[in-house]
């Protein structure tokens, strides 16, 4: 054998092993890329099955949608459950503003007390700083239903009953400890440089929060948002202690009255899961539209 063959040969004998190495690298890499799709499409199907099921429901008819067994999917579309909610009481419009106007005014309250909250916690210098957020932190461990009778009566005096304002309060008062939590770290998160040259530059706090420090904290403002919105879009116990008026009700005090439409005892589910299925579209909306931003806040709590 030539030199040359015999290089080529001792070359081949020295980097088989290593080639080797990275080809079954590859492959264990692709057969767990596999494994994690496959549990990842697995666990979408068990949460999206029952969305489905709701929508498919919403479409039956009334006696199908009553019929024992159940049936999986409708025979015939009827829209009979969409147009008895939307005929329902007051309306089923202004029910669905009226849920829209407090998740919208629970948001404006959330960012408004919990942006300056937690850009003092974070930034400013504060006595007890650190008693003072744990303090406010207590209020996660506090049952809000326990505080809804005082609530009420402090309500009725301040003339706050039965209007989404007074729910609004309730709702943000609920999700505050959570938001406070959330925009203190995101203000913490921010660096102190940025801070010291805007104050060299002439800024005093405020032009600091608002032009260096609130740019930065997009996502959390973001992820604040979104929980409030979910948080009062949702609430039912709340709603119904401080609303009295079917005029002035929210989407969930109607679709809990609104099983009891067929008989005494009896459940018109074709209505029940047309209301289930416009409550979810709200939210899943508004999700996808901030989603960039919301994905934006997770990775960059992972990176810090």
């Known amino acids: 054998m030539s030199a040359f063959g015999e290089a080529m040969y001792e070359r081949f004998i020295q980097t088989a092993p290593a080639a080797a190495s990275r080809s079954r690298l590859r492959t264990a890499q692709g057969r767990r890329r596999y494994l994690v799709s496959a549990i990842c499409i697995a666990l979408s199907t068990v949460m999206l099955l029952p969305l489905l099921a709701s929508v498919l429901a919403s479409l039956k008819s009334t006696q199908e949608a009553a019929a024992l067994p159940p049936t999986y999917y409708p025979h015939a579309l009827s829209f009979d459950s969409y147009v008895r909610l939307w005929n329902y009481g007051a309306g089923l419009p202004a029910y669905f503003f009226n849920s829209l106007g407090a998740a919208l005014l629970t948001i404006l309250f959330c960012l408004a007390l919990t942006v300056p909250a937690g850009y003092g916690l974070a930034k400013l210098r504060i006595p007890a700083k650190e008693a003072l957020f744990v303090l406010l932190l207590l209020g996660l461990i506090v049952p809000y239903q326990a505080l809804l009778t005082p609530l009420f009566f402090l309500f009725v005096q301040l003339k706050l009953h039965n209007s989404l304002v007074g729910l609004a309060i309730v709702h943000t008062a609920i999700q505050l400890p959570f938001s406070i939590y959330v925009m ?91 209301g ?29």
């Open 184 to 274: 203190r770290n995101a203000f913490e998160a921010v660096p102190r440089e940025l801070e010291e040259a805007a104050i060299m530059d002439g800024c005093n706090s405020f032009r600091v929060l608002f032009h260096i420090c609130l740019p930065a904290v997009v996502p959390a403002i973001v992820t604040v948002s979104l929980f409030a919105f979910i948080t009062s879009w949702n609430e039912f116990l709340a709603a119904l202690v401080i609303m009295n008026s079917d005029s002035s009700f929210t989407l969930p005090l109607i679709l809990a009255g609104a099983r009891q439409q067929t008989s005494i005892g009896g459940t018109d589910w074709g209505m029940l899961q047309a």
């Open 276 to 304: 289930v299925t416009i409550s979810i579209i709200p939210c899943m909306a508004f999700y996808l539209l901030l989603q960039k931003y919301y994905m934006a806040g997770f990775l960059a709590g992972a990176v810090k």
